[in-house]
């Protein structure tokens, strides 16, 4: 077990549809015990998705009730561990996937769900690479599977996704074109990417002047209507990811309608003998299933995002970084548009 017990816990809550000025900040709470196979992670870092974005606004697909605490990912230290765990847990470094619940001082996470962070890694540097680097990894190795030489397109290509898939695919030996606004594009060329501008008339007419041939994959968080364009852009052969619906955050109705609807446009799609493939992607396929093999692939594949970022071929992003306490000014400003890469939130 641990010393930890006598340090208040601090979590900020999600009571319903606000503005992230209505998060409501807990403190004095009693830190959680870890049951068997669990253990506790003070957190040292946690991010701002485009998850939580959706979720104040009650549009994730699978979000719990309200109230609750958000927080898609972290790391920390694990300080306590439960019944079956080894206790030579206590002490590392580990990053986890959550959906739900990271932004709080102290989370319970089951021991086979922590990755062990590299000591080369900060925190922060971690954490930008949790969500998103798993979720770039595995689209681009495990869905697109793109080769060296091939041409494909990142739609924000300096979003928190897609500033790793740009650098994961240009490590692979692949040819980017990237679609951000105009202040992005002297970065974007700096990493050998194609920029083109996403606000500009037409986008898909100027991607297709670049690849006249048709691309081999197309990295879409867009959705909306310009998943249809994205589609149009694959080579014959290629592959079209899309792996969100940043087009529908906004609107009102269904949350579960853009999804049903991608989903549907995905398998007409697949059902053509044209050999263009689509995929919705959704990074906790397969849990539900075979619980084990997706956290050795988890395991593995975030793994292999830490030894790139060791490397120098990933650079961590970090936009910027406040306390928990400071939370409705990260989501604001994660929400703005003006920033390139991740917001970190620290204890």
Known sequence: MSTERHEGLVEVVLPGTVEPEGLEIRTGGTVPAPGPGQVVIRMQATGVSFAEQQMRRGRYYDQPAFPFVPGYDLVGTVVAAG??????????RVAALLKVGGWASHVVVDAADTVEVPDGIGAAEAETMVLNGITAWQMLHRKARVRAGRTVVVLGANGGVGSVLVQLARAAGAKVIGTASVRHHDALREQGVIPVDYRADDVAARIRALAPDGVAAVFDHVGGHGIVDSWRLLAPGGTLVSYGSAATRDDQGSKQWPVFKLLGRVWLWNALPNGRHAYFYNVWAGRALAKNAFRNRLRADLTQVFAALERGEVTARIAAELPLA?????????ESGTVAGKIVLTP
Do not use: Q, S
Not at 83 to 92: A, C, K, N
Not at 326 to 334: G, I, Q, S, V, Y
């Open 326 to 334: 400071r939370t409705a000014e990260a989501m604001r400003l994660a």
């Open 83 to 92: 019944e079956g765990v080894g206790t030579e847990l206590i002490g590392t």
